[in-house]
């Protein structure tokens, strides 16, 4: 794989092909990761229009990409996703006053956790959480950044991240026992000691 | 049930493993969108409409 984003100074000094080249490496390189995050938050014609945005941004902003792409490159497409959702949510405002929205339904914008679905108690435990704590774990547990950079996603300190997707885990995981209180404990299928006693 | 299995259950639930894409990019609609992308950037940094609400090539 050709390296990146190397030596990269000031923009105006680039060659408009050597920028090209390297948004052509950056797209090659993370786009499915980006496509792959969109995807689960948007339908696929938004995600594919949030993957066109962020790279313009990229192409824009090049020399601020940093070296490691990744968590800047979601940053930008969660920032575009929201102004999707609210452009959207505007949209089908307009149509409802229009008469041409048939349910009051419309409005909710797609969520990570409708993609779980409601056939799942954990789609229902997610959707419990409040949008931030939500995005913190996806972004680890789905997207599969570190706390690091995540909290670049998330634009705070490594180590706020790192205690509040703590909390995010432990209240998940209380509503998955107030949701499944009868629910096979999975230690016992492995034989993990039990805690506490 | 631990925290670590709740995350080993999120992480099983992943809807899209970004593997499945990884050739996406060279596709007609990954390039199409490439094509759009430096087309847009071409323009120079102030001649870049983001979020302009247009699709595909124009």
């Known amino acids: 794989m050709r390296p990146i984003l190397q030596g990269i100074g000031n923009e105006e000094a680039l060659l408009t092909s050597e920028r090209s080249e390297r948004l052509k490496s950056l797209y090659e390189t993370y786009c499915p990761r980006v496509l792959a995050y969109a995807l689960r938050r948007a339908p696929w014609e938004d995600a594919e229009e949030a993957v066109a945005e962020t790279f313009i941004v990229a192409w824009r902003r090049l020399p601020e990409v940093p070296d490691d792409p990744i968590p800047w490159l979601l940053a930008v497409a969660r920032r575009v996703l929201a102004n999707q959702r609210r452009a959207n949510a505007r949209r089908k405002a307009l149509d409802l006053r229009l008469g041409l929205a048939p349910r009051p339904e419309s409005f909710v914008a797609p969520d990570p956790a409708d993609e779980v679905g409601a056939r799942m108690a954990l789609g229902d435990a997610l959707q419990h959480l409040r949008e931030w704590d939500r995005e913190a774990l996806l972004l680890v547990a789905w997207d599969g950044l570190d706390n690091r950079q995540a909290a670049l996603v998330m634009n705070c300190s490594p180590a706020s991240f790192a205690v509040r997707v703590h909390r995010a885990r432990r209240l998940l995981m209380q509503r998955l026992q107030e949701i499944e209180p009868n629910a096979p404990d999975p230690r016992a299928r492995v034989g993990w000691p039990e805690e506490g006693r | ?58």
């Not at chain 2, 493993?17 to 969108?33: F, H, K, V």
């Open chain 2, 1 to 58: 049930m631990r925290t670590e299995d709740v995350m080993k259950r999120l992480e099983a639930a992943n809807p899209i493993d970004a593997s499945d894409l990884a050739n996406w990019p060279a596709s007609d609609r990954g390039q199409e969108i490439l094509r759009r992308v430096v087309s847009a950037g071409s323009k120079g940094p102030r001649g870049v409409e983001i979020g302009n609400g247009s699709r595909g090539l124009h």
